[in-house]
């Protein structure tokens, strides 16, 4: 950000602001395609696969991928682990025969994902006579997170909005994946599709041309006007992980964050998290208090702390501690200070 702001009102010598300038224009095609390559450096992406830089968030993923992979055979498995799962199951059912598969049990009073051989629909293999199978490695709001990659007889589409580049991932294993940018990419207002060669030619013929993975991949993302500055910024950003160590460096960091927090909220009785160790997030950490009358209190005194942004979506309640890579580890204890003492306080 802050280089950001340094060269806003002259970018590359041009004594014009980036977001100024042709998207077809040399220099903006060059960074373009440099941030494009930064972003395969750090996540070892195949040749075989494209990348894209679009707009309309995950949310437009939902549709686009059931129009661009139904066109031959309109039938798809879905991974049901929560509300995000859910919004793609909903989207994907305009376009096709979708099932839903509720991928989450209860055990010992904590949620967990089931094991791979539980995550067969009835009759028939997870994926057999489908298009892809559809799941979320991380649901942002419930914080449940598979510890696997589920085995499939299709193409696995992931939305990895709040799991891309926290870790290394192997790309080879998944069709398509696709990520908001808002999380550990840059500015909302981009999205990131990585999509695998052979699935480029089974779109349904009314997709809207901007939806079209095919369309955008013969004009390199600039069908219409890309996110200029969006994309401009998740550059620098790829140059910035890639300075502190690129992903390995992110998982060691994001690890030792997560079980930190994890430890804090198990020592205590005053604080609960309902995610069973083996499906908990490292991205999205929810947890309640023993009192939820306190709720109130705790989000004022956090807010004094200068720890902003710890209440839980409005769709499951409680806190929330969003750690993207964005989120040093001293912010991470810092959070755990003020709760130890909060618990003091009010426990
Ligand atoms: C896993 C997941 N999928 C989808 C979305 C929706 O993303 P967008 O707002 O970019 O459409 C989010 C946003 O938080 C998310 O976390």
């Known amino acids: ?40 450096d750090l996540m070892a992406i195949p040749d075989n696969y494209h990348v894209l830089f679009l707009q309309g968030g995950a949310t437009m993923q939902f549709a686009s991928v059931p129009l661009n992979l139904m066109g031959k055979c309109a039938k798809a498995d879905y991974l049901n682990t929560g509300h995000w799962s859910e919004k793609a199951v909903a989207e994907g059912g305009k376009y096709g025969q979708v099932t839903d598969i509720n991928a989450l049990y209860s055990v010992d009073g904590k949620v967990d994902i089931r094991p791979l051989e539980q995550l067969q629909p009835q009759g028939r293999r997870l994926g057999e006579g489908c298009a892809y199978v559809h799941y979320t490695p991380n649901e942002t709001i419930e914080g449940i997170e598979y510890s696997f990659i589920p085995e499939a007889q299709a193409p696995l589409v992931a939305d990895m909005s709040s799991t891309i580049l926290s870790r290394p991932i192997d790309v080879s294993q998944f069709g398509i994946i696709y990520a908001g940018a808002q999380k550990n990419i840059g500015p909302s207002g981009l999205t990131v599709v990585i999509v695998r060669d052979d699935l480029v030619n089974q779109v349904q013929p009314s997709a809207p041309s901007l939806l079209q993975y095919r369309a955008q991949i013969e004009r390199d993302s600039m ?15 790829f140059k910035w992980l890639k300075k502190q160590g690129g992903v390995e460096a992110f998982a060691t960091l994001n ?22 160790t083996s499906a908990r997030s490292w991205m999205n950490i929810p947890f309640t208090l ?8 705790f989000l004022e005194k956090s807010r004094e702390a200068g720890l902003l942004a710890l209440k839980g979506h409005r769709a499951v309640g409680g806190m929330r501690a969003s750690i993207y890579n964005a989120m040093p580890y001293e912010g991470v204890v810092a959070l755990v200070e003020f709760m130890k003492e909060f618990e003091k306080n009010y426990g």
């Open 1 to 40: 950000m802050l280089q950001a702001q340094q060269e806003l009102l002259n970018w590359n010598n041009m004594q014009i602001s980036v977001m100024e300038i042709s998207h077809r224009s040399p220099e903006y095609i060059e960074m373009a395609a440099q941030a494009e390559q930064d972003l395969r």
């Open 223 to 237: 069908l219409n006007t890309p996110p200029t500055f969006g994309w401009y910024l998740a550059g620098l950003v």
């Open 255 to 276: 690890q030792k964050k997560a079980d930190v927090l994890y430890q804090c909220i198990d020592a205590s009785d005053f604080y609960h998290n309902p995610v069973a």
């Open 290 to 297: 023993a009192n939820p009358e306190l709720d109130k209190r």
